[in-house]
Every structure is written in structure tokens, then in C-alpha cells.
């Protein structure tokens, strides 16, 4: 909680909200005496042309910023290789984006898999933070790993969802049940929209690979190709996720095929 509490996630356009402190987004709006705002000219003074040079007190326009809300998707892995400090990772991302929740500007649902998958908290349960950093924490140590089958999941949430949907993958990508291969996870990474990956890196790699000088793990080269490098953020530590708040806060471009 206290490591949320200094994270900044700010969030990118959402859809409008009629609830929710001030979004992203100028709109023009009528005047009244409940609305604050700078004057719209452009509008104002069309109106003003309009109406022969004679302005009515509904004609005077203002400028407000939309209210926006944004959801977000956290896939948490609790398979045997992610059992300890990197559930923090999970825990400490589920209580940044409750906290913007709370805060009227996004939502938020947890889903934690291993060769299964469970909801820990849905879109529109207005669920005590604590509690679910305390769900996330008290994952027992799953079994397998079964990628292709949260990313289905995933996908079949997010086709019922609004636009403006993220979602945070936050695992060792090191797939042993279901789809295996790179092409197949390719395949499914690319049915989830805004996919961003939280990489949880390994102290001693399975599987390294040489490029050039450069020795890297090949599940996380795996990764980069599925989202490229604007949307993974490898991290050790818990305290280590503000790498990914970063790259989240920032509009980037989708990955290409």
C-alpha cells in the first residue's frame, strides 16, 4: 500500500463518464451557474453571430474538461515459479489502480490463473483495496502455467467492455500448459487489446539466449515480440513498478502484427 500510494499512474483517454473528477478531454458546455470553466470564444462568438449580434445568457459557452474513466484488466500468475515477492508485483498494481478508482477515474478487475482461472474482484464490485492486495497476497502456489487460456479469458472480457480497456499481464511468461509455442501465444496476445506485460525477471534464467554480445531470457524475448519494448516492463522487486506505471501513464502505439 505504501509503495502505491507513490505512484503516479496517470490515466490516458478514457470513455465519458458522468461521474468522476475532471478527466482529459475539453468540451464546450452552455453556461449555468453550477459550471466552472474558461470561456469557449469560438463557440461564444458564433453563437453571438448567430443570434444577429445579440447574445442570450444560454449562448455564452464554456470550456470543462470531460469527466473520463478507463478500465483496466490485471492478470495476476500464481503458478508455482511466482509465489513470493513477485506476487507483490501483482498486489502492489492492484492497489495503484484501486486507488485511481477510487479516485472516479478508472476500474478495475483481478483475475489470477495458473493452469485455471479465477475472478478476484469484477469490474463493478466496489471492493476495499486492502482486501484485495490481501487476496492477491494470500494466493496459494498454483501449478502449471497456462498462458493461452487467461489471454482467452482476457480477450472475452474485454470484447464486453467498453473501449479505452487495459490490461497488465504481470508474470514470468514461461508458459508449461496449453499453448507452449511462441506462435500460438503470438497469436492470442494479439486478440487482447492494450496488452502490457510486467515482466517478473528471473535472478537465474531457464532458458538464455545469445544475441550478439547480449545475453537475454528467452521468455522474455518471447514477450517483447508479443507487445514490443513500449509495453513491458521487466522488474525484480515490487518497488520496481513504476517502471510499468510509466509506460501505462504514456499514450503509445499498438504493436504491429
Given at each position: 500500500m505504501?509503495?502505491a500510494?507513490e505512484?503516479?499512474?496517470?490515466?490516458r483517454?478514457?470513455?465519458?463518464s458522468?461521474?468522476?473528477?475532471?478527466?482529459?478531454?475539453?468540451?464546450?458546455?452552455?453556461?449555468n451557474?453550477a459550471r466552472?470553466?474558461?470561456?469557449?470564444?469560438d463557440?461564444?462568438?458564433?453563437?453571438?453571430?448567430?443570434?444577429?449580434?445579440?447574445?442570450?445568457?444560454?449562448?455564452?459557452?464554456?470550456?470543462?474538461?470531460?469527466?473520463?474513466?478507463?478500465?483496466?484488466?490485471?492478470?495476476?500468475?500464481?503458478?508455482?515459479?511466482?509465489?513470493g515477492?513477485?506476487?507483490?508485483?501483482?498486489?502492489?498494481m492492484?492497489?495503484?489502480?484501486?486507488?485511481?478508482s477510487?479516485?472516479?477515474?478508472?476500474r478495475?478487475a483481478?483475475?489470477?490463473?495458473?493452469?485455471?482461472?479465477?475472478?478476484?474482484?469484477?469490474?463493478?464490485?466496489d471492493d476495499d483495496?486492502e482486501?484485495?492486495?490481501?487476496?492477491?497476497?494470500?494466493?496459494?502456489?498454483?501449478?502449471?502455467?497456462?498462458l493461452?487460456?487467461?489471454?482467452?479469458?482476457?480477450?472475452?472480457?474485454?470484447?464486453?467492455?467498453?473501449?479505452?480497456?487495459?490490461t497488465?499481464l504481470?508474470?514470468?511468461?514461461?508458459?508449461t500448459?496449453?499453448?507452449?509455442?511462441?506462435?500460438?501465444?503470438?497469436?492470442l496476445?494479439g486478440?487482447?487489446?492494450?496488452?502490457?506485460?510486467?515482466?517478473?525477471?528471473e535472478a537465474?534464467?531457464?532458458i538464455?539466449?545469445?544475441?550478439g554480445?547480449l545475453?537475454?531470457?528467452?521468455?522474455?524475448?518471447?514477450?517483447?515480440q508479443?507487445?514490443?519494448?513500449?509495453?513491458?516492463?521487466?522488474?525484480?522487486?515490487?518497488?520496481d513498478?513504476?517502471?510499468?506505471?510509466?509506460?501505462?501513464?504514456?499514450?503509445?502505439?499498438?504493436?504491429g502484427?
Amino acid at each position: 500500500m505504501r509503495a502505491a500510494r507513490e505512484l503516479d499512474l496517470r490515466a490516458r483517454q478514457g470513455i465519458p463518464s458522468a461521474a468522476g473528477p475532471a478527466g482529459l478531454q475539453l468540451r464546450s458546455a452552455h453556461w449555468n451557474e453550477a459550471r466552472d470553466g474558461n470561456l469557449d470564444v469560438d463557440a461564444t462568438i458564433g453563437a453571438y453571430v448567430a443570434g444577429a449580434g445579440t447574445l442570450q445568457l444560454e449562448d455564452y459557452r464554456l470550456l470543462d474538461r470531460e469527466p473520463q474513466v478507463r478500465h483496466y484488466l490485471i492478470l495476476v500468475d500464481h503458478s508455482g515459479s511466482m509465489v513470493g515477492r513477485k506476487l507483490e508485483a501483482g498486489a502492489t498494481m492492484a492497489a495503484a489502480l484501486a486507488q485511481l478508482s477510487a479516485a472516479g477515474r478508472a476500474r478495475y478487475a483481478v483475475l489470477a490463473f495458473d493452469d485455471q482461472v479465477s475472478e478476484l474482484k469484477a469490474l463493478d464490485e466496489d471492493d476495499d483495496v486492502e482486501d484485495v492486495v490481501e487476496r492477491i497476497l494470500r494466493l496459494p502456489e498454483g501449478r502449471a502455467t497456462d498462458l493461452g487460456r487467461v489471454l482467452r479469458a482476457a480477450a472475452e472480457l474485454s470484447d464486453a467492455l467498453p473501449e479505452a480497456t487495459d490490461t497488465i499481464l504481470i508474470s514470468d511468461c514461461m508458459p508449461t500448459r496449453g499453448a507452449t509455442t511462441f506462435p500460438a501465444l503470438h497469436e492470442l496476445t494479439g486478440r487482447v487489446p492494450s496488452l502490457y506485460i510486467c515482466l517478473t525477471e528471473e535472478a537465474s534464467p531457464a532458458i538464455r539466449m545469445f544475441h550478439g554480445d547480449l545475453r537475454i531470457d528467452l521468455y522474455e524475448w518471447w514477450a517483447r515480440q508479443w507487445v514490443g519494448d513500449e509495453r513491458l516492463a521487466a522488474i525484480r522487486d515490487p518497488d520496481d513498478i513504476h517502471r510499468l506505471v510509466d509506460l501505462m501513464s504514456t499514450d503509445t502505439p499498438q504493436p504491429g502484427p
